[in-house]
């Protein structure tokens, strides 16, 4: 049976009042999703593949600032602050936001403390300079240029930025060219960051605040900045060093630690409107800035100022060019004061040079050598830090010359080359050497005299006598490998690994270019190069006692923890044949002291005993050899000599002419006197024990030099 439908019906339901209704609804039904879909799809394109006009508009939904964490402080091994950050804060502008120009710059000239024209200046300037970019961003729109919207001020100082493409299309169509050879930009965007004070002391922070609330000064704010204080003061500036406001330019100590003075970085997530202005935090987008560690430095402040007092007496007694000193603990290696003295004397000539093609010529060098034997020139053979102006630089970022220049040690390195003799049975401290009255002639025709000149020495007085004769002769009996093993032995031609930036490995001859004069020059301190802290560093093996003597501390910028073990590199000598040496230097520091360094006018003696060894070298001038009258003496000593604390070493720079004329210009009267005074000083400050009475009889006759 079918079914049939009546036309009449159907005409009669489109009629009926409920049919416009139910199209309506299935209009709605399907076409309300169907926008959804169509804006959700206008979104997504929107967020993932904006327009390029669209795309400059689009900025991050969430913004993160950096909280830049505290510094940890530098202290001395007594807790003395040397180093630390505290907070300032300065007065900036936006321009941009500025109302009443007059009220803002009265206002803040009398709560910062300037005048109104110095900053009056500053914020007209600014003013102007806004006005003349605004037009031209003008400008350029009604040409059809797109202008990206402004940027939100930084609040650092940043160098300018890369060329924008606009900049980079304006060049391509030809564009002028600034002072400094940069393309003009097509435009810039108006100053929104001007800084209008220094760091200001907390009354004029308050009258800052004060003046902003009273007055209502608009674009107005106080910027918190971080200020590293050097409270070491610039006796300890070169071992603490510096460190830019950026966290650049660091040097010394800053640079040794400089991660684990910086601490952790933190950081605040926060979302944005349309506008840029914050709205809410996020959970978990806050991270507090960890400190930095505090570190504690081996450099005792109280010994650094010690030192730096003497060492400029000595200088300025000297008329010398300058002076450096190195204090060492040879029990811990702990580095307790380094000092580096500059004395600027006028009219100093330049050091002679010569080029390339001139040192390739023989005759050359030597009539640039008998110019300057014969030149009663003074040279500067000590260089002042200038920046690339030519102006002083500031303390902390200066060469540190104790690490980083070397020097011909002369005769204060005859003890490490007597005890490897001695140690491998080349000679003993009793044997009889042939030192030909003082003056011989090497089997290669070299000249060599003495200070001491006697027909025969003991090989013990051979040291204490300071006698270059005997000590070539008994370099003779090492092998040139087993003499460059010994110098390298004591760590000579390889830098300490202290940490301080510039440090000098030195120079010794390596085997391959080792001649017959390097083994002879060797011998009495000449034709190698060292640094005064690696002199301290190897003297260090004779100032050990127990166990320790013989072997070498590693120098250490930091105090070691108490159960951290001495600062041992390895063994360099057997106990015994450093004690011996030890005990024949107790002759040379009581000869410097009876000629030199009397305790008192009354005769009343040092509280401290001390070994020693003076030297005195003259100055190379490659490749013309050695300048005449100018020399580098120096000393180095160990005390008390019973139970050795410290090691000071003391190199002074070119002894004036009137020393070069009464022939006072050697280690012993030059350098020793310092030394001397600074070890009593800094051992009656470390509280040590003053020494018993030591008996030195013949020996505290012995030449000096």
Same mark, same amino acid.
């Given at each position: 049976?079918?079914?049939?439908?009546?036309?009449?019906?159907?005409?009669?339901?489109?009629?009926?009042?409920?049919?416009?209704?139910?199209?309506?609804?299935?209009?709605?039904?399907?076409?309300?999703?169907?926008? *959804?879909?169509?804006?959700?799809?206008?979104?997504?394109? #929107?967020?993932?593949?904006?327009?390029?006009?669209?795309?400059?508009?689009?900025?991050?939904? #969430?913004?993160?600032?950096?909280?830049?964490?505290?510094?940890?402080?530098?202290?001395?091994?007594?807790?003395?602050?040397?180093?630390?950050?505290?907070?300032?804060?300065? #007065?900036?502008?936006?321009?941009?936001?500025?109302?009443?120009?007059?009220?803002?710059?009265?206002?803040?000239?009398?709560?910062?403390?300037?005048?109104?024209?110095?900053?009056?200046?500053?914020?007209?300037?600014?003013?102007?300079?806004?006005?003349?970019?605004?037009?031209?961003?003008?400008?350029?729109?009604?040409?059809?240029?797109?202008?990206?919207?402004?940027?939100?001020?930084?609040?650092?100082?940043?160098?300018?930025?890369?060329?924008?493409?606009?900049?980079?299309?304006?060049?391509?169509?030809?564009?002028?060219?600034?002072?400094?050879?940069?393309?003009?930009?097509?435009?810039?965007?108006?100053?929104?960051?001007?800084?209008?004070?220094?760091?200001?002391?907390?009354?004029?922070?308050?009258?800052?605040?004060?003046?902003?609330?009273?007055?209502?000064?608009?674009?107005?704010?106080?910027?918190?900045?971080?200020?590293?204080?050097?409270?070491?003061?610039?006796?300890?500036?070169?071992?603490?060093?510096?460190?830019?406001?950026?966290?650049?330019?660091?040097?010394?100590?800053?640079?040794?630690?400089?991660?684990?003075?910086?601490?952790?970085?933190?950081?605040?997530?926060?979302?944005?409107?349309?506008?840029?202005?914050?709205?809410?935090?996020?959970?978990?987008?806050?991270?507090?800035?960890?400190?930095?560690?505090?570190?504690?430095?081996?450099?005792?402040?109280?010994?650094?100022?010690?030192?730096?007092?003497?060492?400029?007496?000595?200088?300025?007694?000297?008329?010398?060019?300058?002076?450096?000193?190195?204090?060492?603990?040879?029990?811990?290696?702990?580095?307790?004061?380094?000092?580096?003295?500059?004395?600027?004397?006028?009219?100093?000539?330049?050091?002679?040079?010569?080029?390339?093609?001139?040192?390739?010529?023989?005759?050359?060098?030597?009539?640039?050598?008998?110019?300057?034997?014969?030149?009663?020139?003074?040279?500067?053979?000590?260089?002042?830090?200038?920046?690339?102006?030519?102006?002083?630089?500031?303390?902390?970022?200066?060469?540190?010359?104790?690490?980083?220049?070397?020097?011909?040690?002369?005769?204060?390195?005859?003890?490490?080359?007597?005890?490897?003799?001695?140690?491998?049975?080349?000679?003993?401290?009793?044997?009889? *050497?042939?030192?030909?009255?003082?003056?011989?002639?090497?089997?290669?025709?070299?000249?060599?005299?003495?200070?001491?000149?006697?027909?025969?020495?003991?090989?013990?007085?051979?040291?204490?006598?300071?006698?270059?004769?005997?000590?070539?002769?008994?370099?003779?009996?090492?092998?040139?490998?087993?003499?460059?093993?010994?110098?390298?032995?004591?760590?000579?031609?390889?830098?300490?690994?202290?940490?301080?930036?510039?440090?000098?490995?030195?120079?010794?001859?390596?085997?391959?270019?080792?001649?017959?004069?390097?083994?002879?020059?060797?011998?009495?301190?000449?034709?190698?190069?060292?640094?005064?802290?690696?002199?301290?560093?190897? *003297?260090?093996?004779?100032?050990?006692?127990?166990?320790?003597?013989?072997?070498?501390?590693?120098?250490?910028?930091?105090?070691?923890?108490?159960?951290?073990?001495?600062?041992?590199?390895?063994?360099?000598?057997?106990?015994?044949?450093?004690?011996?040496?030890?005990?024949?230097?107790?002759?040379?520091?009581?000869?410097?002291?009876?000629?030199?360094?009397?305790?008192?006018?009354?005769?009343?003696?040092?509280?401290?005993?001390?070994?020693?060894?003076?030297?005195?070298?003259?100055?190379?001038?490659?490749?013309?050899?050695?300048?005449?009258?100018?020399?580098?003496?120096?000393?180095?000593?160990?005390?008390?000599?019973?139970?050795?604390?410290?090691?000071?070493?003391?190199?002074?720079?070119?002894?004036?002419?009137?020393?070069?004329?009464?022939?006072?210009?050697?280690?012993?009267?030059?350098?020793?006197?310092?030394?001397?005074?600074?070890?009593?000083?800094?051992?009656?400050?470390?509280?040590?024990?003053?020494?018993?009475?030591?008996?030195?009889?013949?020996?505290?006759?012995?030449?000096?030099?």
């Amino acid at each position: 049976m079918s079914t049939r439908t009546d036309p009449s019906t159907l005409a009669s339901d489109a009629d009926s009042p409920g049919a416009g209704f139910r199209v309506i609804a299935a209009a709605l039904a399907w076409g309300v999703p169907l926008l *959804f879909l169509g804006v959700l799809g206008r979104v997504t394109q #929107v967020q993932l593949w904006p327009a390029e006009e669209l795309l400059a508009q689009v900025t991050p939904r #969430v913004t993160t600032v950096k909280e830049v964490p505290l510094r940890g402080d530098l202290l001395d091994r007594r807790g003395r602050l040397l180093a630390g950050t505290r907070f300032a804060e300065r #007065v900036i502008l936006d321009p941009t936001l500025v109302k009443d120009q007059d009220k803002t710059i009265v206002s803040l000239a009398e709560a910062i403390g300037v005048s109104t024209e110095e900053l009056g200046g500053k914020i007209i300037a600014a003013m102007q300079e806004n006005a003349r970019r605004a037009a031209r961003i003008e400008e350029l729109r009604r040409s059809g240029v797109q202008i990206p919207p402004a940027p939100e001020p930084v609040r650092v100082e940043v160098p300018e930025p890369e060329l924008t493409d606009a900049e980079r299309e304006a060049i391509a169509r030809g564009t002028s060219f600034d002072d400094r050879g940069r393309p003009e930009p097509l435009f810039r965007y108006p100053i929104r960051y001007l800084s209008l004070s220094e760091l200001l002391p907390a009354e004029r922070v308050r009258a800052v605040r004060a003046a902003i609330s009273r007055d209502k000064l608009r674009g107005v704010s106080l910027e918190k900045r971080a200020v590293r204080e050097y409270t070491g003061g610039p006796e300890a500036a070169e071992i603490v060093g510096k460190v830019g406001w950026d966290g650049k330019h660091i040097t010394g100590s800053e640079s040794r630690w400089n991660k684990d003075l910086s601490g952790e970085p933190g950081k605040v997530g926060y979302v944005r409107d349309a506008k840029g202005a914050p709205l809410w935090v996020e959970a978990g987008q806050v991270k507090r800035a960890e400190p930095g560690k505090d570190i504690r430095l081996a450099l005792d402040l109280e010994v650094q100022r010690m030192v730096t007092e003497e060492l400029t007496a000595g200088v300025e007694e000297c008329d010398a060019q300058g002076g450096r000193c190195v204090v060492l603990d040879s029990r811990t290696g702990e580095v307790l004061a380094m000092v580096d003295v500059h004395r600027p004397i006028p009219g100093l000539a330049p050091l002679p040079t010569m080029t390339k093609e001139q040192a390739a010529k023989r005759g050359a060098v030597a009539a640039k050598k008998n110019e300057v034997y014969n030149s009663r020139l003074r040279y500067e053979i000590v260089k002042p830090d200038l920046d690339e102006k030519g102006r002083p630089k500031p303390p902390g970022l200066g060469r540190n010359r104790c690490v980083e220049d070397v020097y011909e040690p002369g005769s204060t390195f005859k003890p490490f080359v007597w005890s490897v003799i001695t140690e491998l049975g080349r000679a003993r401290p009793d044997e009889v *050497f042939d030192t030909e009255g003082g003056r011989w002639i090497t089997p290669t025709g070299k000249p060599i005299s003495d200070v001491h000149k006697a027909a025969t020495m003991t090989w013990r007085d051979v040291l204490v006598n300071s006698s270059n004769i005997g000590m070539i002769k008994g370099a003779q009996r090492l092998s040139p490998r087993e003499f460059h093993d010994a110098l390298t032995r004591f760590g000579f031609g390889a830098k300490t690994g202290i940490g301080l930036g510039g440090e000098s490995g030195g120079i010794v001859t390596p085997p391959q270019r080792w001649s017959v004069f390097t083994h002879t020059s060797n011998a009495y301190g000449n034709e190698v190069a060292v640094t005064a802290l690696q002199m301290a560093r190897a *003297f260090s093996v004779f100032a050990r006692d127990g166990d320790l003597a013989g072997t070498i501390a590693r120098p250490r910028l930091t105090s070691p923890s108490a159960d951290e073990p001495p600062g041992i590199v390895y063994r360099v000598l057997p106990a015994s044949i450093a004690l011996s040496t030890r005990d024949a230097m107790r002759g040379v520091t009581a000869s410097m002291e009876t000629k030199y360094a009397k305790a008192a006018p009354d005769g009343t003696p040092w509280k401290y005993s001390m070994f020693g060894k003076s030297g005195t070298a003259r100055v190379p001038c490659p490749p013309i050899g050695y300048l005449q009258h100018q020399y580098v003496p120096s000393f180095i000593a160990a005390g008390p000599t019973e139970a050795p604390r410290i090691v000071v070493a003391v190199v002074i720079d070119d002894p004036g002419p009137a020393r070069i004329r009464s022939r006072t210009y050697f280690g012993a009267s030059t350098a020793g006197p310092v030394v001397r005074r600074v070890m009593e000083r800094t051992l009656t400050y470390l509280g040590e024990r003053p020494s018993i009475e030591v008996d030195v009889p013949s020996i505290a006759a012995a030449p000096v030099e």
